[in-house]
């Protein structure tokens, strides 16, 4: 990456990245979908509960699939296709091109929709994938600060391209899936030109044995204009965990609940399956033992316990290797609270967890502002606060887990090394990379795929060019000088 454009680019997002209090929550309010059961027997009961703001009855079914719009009927709603339903959701995240998602619903509906955004509350629309009918569907935009309430100034007028979207199948058709799938979300990557770093970050997760979400592409239309090229993300609920574990299916699934939160209460908010009858005292039980060891190598002994501490040093290799800035490394701080985010955490097995990444679109960069010391450096004082944007973080060694951890860095040296010598190694990211700006290519370069930095082609040479500072920041983080 020239240093020219490595400038532009971290000038203009420091003048556009969020306030330090919302950053903080960023991403919490998107995932208000919940599912009462993980597993779909013949779909019977499971429904969901939308928690916060989503005030739209989930019951009754349209009488037709057009119920939702006012405009002349598409011909797609005409195709139906019934094996779409039950489809292997694989096959959408490997489709052999650029598929395209057709929403159709009035155009006041639409205008409110967007003058609503902040609300995340989901409306009717008719949907059509790749020519052929889906149904009625539940839509509404999705995001955090940098990405949904960013987009709007001080007078409610939308200031971004576009927003991300999420779509529910089932909302207002029980049971109704598209690949097996009850949500989908549609990235509008703002920060990303490229359209391509959550696709490579949680590819390069899973090759080093991380559940992570599938993630591809897709060109969203509305009312029959392109929006353009979106990310494609699978969403963490239920279904996926099925999908990741089968012999445990129904286990629940956390949304930013840190093994040191053991507050009950706290616990249950971040629950995003089985909130029916929630049971968090498996959870519970693990951050009270935590809370009760007596010192860091107590605390490292009860975390094996109840997680894989080699999945850990996999998934800090990864997260270290892309330079995670928004992740489970950095704890934002104010009076009130201190947290990190963008993770979930699911239990895979009766009382054993997993760590889960979520929203890795911060990532692929060196900011020299970020001043919190590598979650490997433990300070002399753990009072201190450090700049984060425009708030302020702790370092993550003062957190237990990472305290924890740092009894013991040989295996995440380990994994590290063996994230270097294979998937991120030069020449396969370099491949990836380019078979990936040829897939998207067309798509990404259309005028009606907005870029917020430079050119799609201009991102995908950065990129390119950032892995080799990347790996030797990565190397120097791994050196052992003890």
Not at 299 to 321: I, K, T
Request: net charge negative; aromatic share 12%.
């Amino acid at each position: 990456m020239s240093a020219q454009f490595s400038t532009y680019f971290l000038s203009a997002f420091l003048v556009l990245v969020p306030s330090f209090f919302s950053a903080c929550h960023s991403d919490y309010l998107d995932d208000d979908d919940t599912d009462n059961r993980n597993t779909d027997t013949n779909d019977t009961g499971d429904s969901d509960s939308d928690t916060l703001t989503d005030t739209a009855s989930d019951t009754g079914t349209p009488d037709t699939a057009t119920d939702s719009t006012d405009i002349e009927a598409p011909a797609c709603l005409s195709v139906v296709n019934p094996a779409l339903a039950d489809a292997d959701a694989q096959a959408l995240f490997d489709y052999d091109h650029v598929p395209v998602f057709d929403i159709f619903l009035p155009e006041e509906e639409w205008n409110m929709l967007i003058e609503n955004a902040v609300d995340e509350e989901y409306t009717e629309a008719s949907l059509c994938f790749e020519g052929q009918a889906v149904g009625t569907v539940g839509l509404r935009f999705k995001g955090s600060y940098g990405t949904l309430y960013g987009c709007f100034d001080d007078s409610g007028e939308l200031i971004c391209d576009r927003l991300s979207m999420k779509l529910k199948f089932d909302k207002y058709v029980e049971d109704q899936r598209l690949f097996g799938l009850k949500r989908l979300n549609f990235r509008a990557n703002r920060h990303d030109d490229s359209r391509m770093k959550e696709k490579i970050v949680f590819d390069l997760f899973r090759e080093m044995g991380i559940t992570a979400p599938r993630a591809a592409w897709a060109v969203v239309r509305v009312n029959g204009e392109s929006l353009g090229l979106y990310g494609m993300v699978e969403q963490i609920d239920g279904r996926m965990a099925a999908d990741r574990f089968p012999d445990y299916p129904d286990g629940n699934v956390f949304k930013e609940i840190w093994p040191t939160d053991t507050v009950e209460s706290t616990v249950v908010d971040g629950l995003r399956t089985n909130d029916e009858a929630p049971d968090v005292s498996a959870f519970l039980g693990f951050s009270q033992a935590i809370a009760a060891a007596d010192d860091d190598e107590a605390r490292l002994s009860v975390l094996g316990q109840y997680m894989d501490l080699d999945e850990w040093a996999r998934y800090m290799a990864v997260d270290d290797a892309v330079v995670g800035y928004d992740g489970v490394t950095y704890f934002y701080t104010d009076p009130y609270s201190t947290h990190n985010h963008n993770y979930y955490i699911a239990e895979d097995t009766p009382g054993h967890f997993r760590l889960i990444p979520w929203d890795v679109e911060a990532s692929f960069w060196v900011n020299p502002d970020h001043a919190a010391p590598h979650w490997t450096e433990i300070p002399d004082d753990c009072s201190l606060t450090y700049p984060y944007w425009s708030g302020y973080a702790i370092a993550p060694a003062c957190d237990p887990i990472f305290a924890a951890l740092n009894t013991n860095l040989g295996p995440w040296r380990e994994a590290a090394q063996e994230l270097l010598d294979g998937p991120f190694s030069v020449e396969t990211m370099r491949t990836r990379i380019e078979q990936h700006a040829a897939f998207i290519g067309e798509a990404a370069r259309a005028p009606e795929t907005p870029t917020m930095y430079t050119t799609f082609d201009n991102s995908v040479s950065g990129l390119i060019d950032m892995i080799p500072e990347l790996r030797e920041r990565l190397q120097l983080l791994i050196a052992d000088e003890e």
